[in-house]
């Protein structure tokens, strides 16, 4: 697996257009909120960083840092979804 040096990337849509699956296969992870009525109601800062597994002995191989949660890192995709779904709640 070859690795894409990315600085940002933005997806912008009408709503059900595909946003969500295509930034799922850029990362080739499931970690957005999927289901019936969910929908993104506010925008999000969501840094997903990966690392060879020799360059990080003592932490997770991979990670997402959200904007509004400096520092604290998210190795779990499911509670990465699950951010997304509770600050979205708590803003929209």
Do not use: C
Request: no cysteine; net charge positive.
């Amino acid at each position: 697996l070859q690795a894409i040096d990315l600085p940002r990337i933005v997806v912008v849509g009408s709503q059900s257009s595909g946003k969500s699956s295509v930034l799922e296969s850029l990362v080739q992870r499931d970690f957005l909120p999927r289901g019936k009525d969910i929908v993104t109601r506010r925008p999000l800062v969501l840094q997903l960083i990966y690392r060879p597994r020799n360059s990080t002995p003592n932490g997770p191989d991979e990670w997402g840092e959200f904007g509004h949660l400096p520092g604290r890192k998210f190795s779990d995709f499911l509670a990465i979804r699950r951010e997304i779904e509770d600050e979205t709640m708590r803003v929209a």
